[in-house]
């Protein structure tokens, strides 16, 4: 009797639901990289190298535990290139009585998984993801209950099923959630934490090789690669953002500041997108910091939202709201984005320190993919499947599943307010707010209308003219449009100008890349 386990690539843990109850004697895990998986998108050369060196890894790891892995490396040359043709290689050589699965993490390769009982006629048994605290018929069951899915009230649910910050029934602290109490603009200061740099043993170095000579047309450079690739990597990463980064994650959450990176964030996201590490294990040793009183409540409670908050959230809107999601496009946007963004070539410094981190580490934190690259792609009204794939080429922590309701619902408004309330766009106040970045740019930030004007601010009032329709009625965009409304008609026509010049100018900029 064989089973035959196949391991995809986001699915690097020994707790993976595949695994349970299974004896390693008599199972074979399979694991492939397949072409099909590098190719869908232009991934970032980074995001390849991680996943193929984190999958290499990963099977040492097990075969260390004592289970067999059949691995098949992507310069194999009968690899077949899909999972669906490996399987089917794998099934001739392993001839198994069985396959069992956990469940895929996007529709795309979902199908294929539903499609291999019928193809191959063995018993395929497809097991939940136990990674992740809602099931997706618990999810639906929440969603049911609700007029609007909002985060928060999943949130603490998730809060009272985990336990974690609650005193008996009441959330610590007394309150669930301390937002007010963060926001603050930063400062450079010398000491800021630093991420953990971890040095290309041989086997990444072998991937990086394969990757720069296989992927050359693809974005990003692999320069400086030093993502950890293990689980003991992440978990050294985690202990090093609890003892010196989590104090601070709260207050400076939104901040950015020129040349910095990481600030105070984990930088955990591929980490525990791809399995190295368990989610609600990172809470735990959140939880725990607080406890100790080495941590502020405000900076747990944030961290500790986002993971079984936002995280869990996401998910549950991704699979609830169906394959088509990705089609949605709420204001009717068709642009292209510029060939900058995969270039960072352009002279708005808030976009061009964005795209460039993003283009040389895979990595940029949640307020710049929210309040530059995505308020700028929004503000000029580009195609939200383009935007999204952007996202998902560019990210090392991109999965479809996670990445498409963040770029396509909280970012792009495509789905017409499901996932946030109101677009989030803004002129260029909020980004002088947060962030150090027009201090040193070629534009000001204060004037609206001119050559040296922040494009920032005559885009933002464009949208808000150009979608009236849309959004004058929407409660929480009383505000823009009451300080529109207060403008002179010469104010209204100079800004839309600016704007059209400005959008002019961009579209004959080059094609995208
Ligand atoms: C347009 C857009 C696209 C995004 N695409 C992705 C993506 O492809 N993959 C991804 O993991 N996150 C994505 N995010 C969410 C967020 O930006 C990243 O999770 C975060 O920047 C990762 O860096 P970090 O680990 O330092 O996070 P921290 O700021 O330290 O946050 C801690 C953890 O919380 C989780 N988290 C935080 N915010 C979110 C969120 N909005 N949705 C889901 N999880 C969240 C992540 O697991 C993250 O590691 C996206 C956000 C936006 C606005
Ligand atoms: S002035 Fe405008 S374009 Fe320049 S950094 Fe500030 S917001 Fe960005």
């Not at 790891?61 to 290689?89: C, H, I, K, Q």
């Not at 607080?290 to 939202?305: D, H, K, N, T």
Request: aromatic share 10%.
């Amino acid at each position: 009797m064989t089973v035959l386990i196949p391991i995809l690539g986001d699915q690097l843990s020994p707790a993976m639901s595949s695994l349970e109850g299974v004896e390693p004697e008599g199972a074979v895990l399979l694991m492939t990289e397949v072409a099909d998986e590098t190719r869908y998108v232009r991934h970032h050369k980074q995001k390849l190298a991680y996943i193929l060196s984190a999958m290499r890894h990963h099977a040492a790891a097990m075969r260390d535990a004592g289970w067999t892995v059949d691995y098949v490396r992507l310069d194999d040359p009968d690899n077949s290139g899909s999972f669906t043709g490996e399987l089917a290689r794998a099934v001739a050589r392993h001839s198994p009585d069985r396959i069992i699965v956990t469940e895929a993490g996007e529709w795309r390769v979902a199908a294929m998984l539903d499609a291999w009982q019928t193809l191959f006629g063995i018993p395929v048994e497809i097991r939940p993801d136990t990674r992740f605290l809602a099931s997706h018929a618990e999810f639906d069951a929440w969603a049911e209950r609700r007029a609007e899915l909002t985060m928060e009230w999943f949130y603490r649910e998730m809060r009272r099923r985990t336990g974690l910050l609650m005193e008996g029934d009441k959330p610590a602290g007394g309150r669930w959630n301390f937002d007010k109490d963060n926001r603050k603009p930063a400062h450079a200061d010398l000491l800021m934490p630093r991420p953990l740099s971890f040095a290309p043993d041989a086997i990444t170095r072998d991937v990086l090789a394969l990757v720069d000579d296989r992927f050359a047309d693809h974005p990003g450079s692999l320069d400086g690669f030093d993502w950890g690739i293990t689980a003991t990597d992440a978990s050294a990463q985690a202990d090093r953002f609890v003892a010196h980064a989590l104090a601070d994650f709260g207050p400076y959450e939104d901040a950015m500041l020129a040349g910095e990176r990481h600030l105070w964030h984990s930088i955990l996201s591929p980490y525990i997108n791809s399995g190295l590490l368990d989610p609600v294990d990172l809470c735990r040793r959140v939880e725990a910091a607080w406890r100790e009183g080495r941590v502020p409540l405000q900076s747990a409670e944030g961290y500790i939202r986002q993971i079984i908050g936002w995280r869990e959230y996401m998910r549950g809107i991704y699979w609830r709201e169906g394959p088509d999601y990705v089609r949605r496009n709420h204001l009717g946007h068709t642009r292209q984005l510029p060939g900058w963004y995969w270039t960072g070539d352009t002279d708005m410094r808030c976009l061009a320190q964005a795209i460039g981190q993003t283009l040389d580490t895979a990595h940029a934190h949640h307020i710049q993919r929210l309040m530059v690259t995505g308020n700028f792609a929004l503000l000029i009204g580009a195609d939200p499947a383009e935007v999204h794939r952007w996202y998902l080429e560019v990210y090392l922590d991109a999965y479809e599943w996670v990445e498409l309701p963040n770029t396509l619902g909280m970012s792009q408004f495509a789905d017409g307010g499901l996932v946030g309330s109101k677009p989030y766009v803004s002129s260029g106040a909020y980004i002088d707010r947060m962030s150090d970045y027009c201090r040193g740019c070629r534009y000001d930030v204060r004037q609206r209308v001119g050559e040296d004007a922040c494009p920032f601010n005559a885009l933002y009032w464009d949208f808000i003219a150009r979608h009236e329709d849309a959004l004058r009625p929407n409660r929480r965009m009383a505000m823009p449009y009451r300080t529109w409304d207060r403008q002179s008609a010469a104010n209204k026509m100079a800004t839309r100008a600016q704007a059209a010049a400005f959008l002019e100018r961009l579209d004959a900029s080059g094609a995208p890349y």
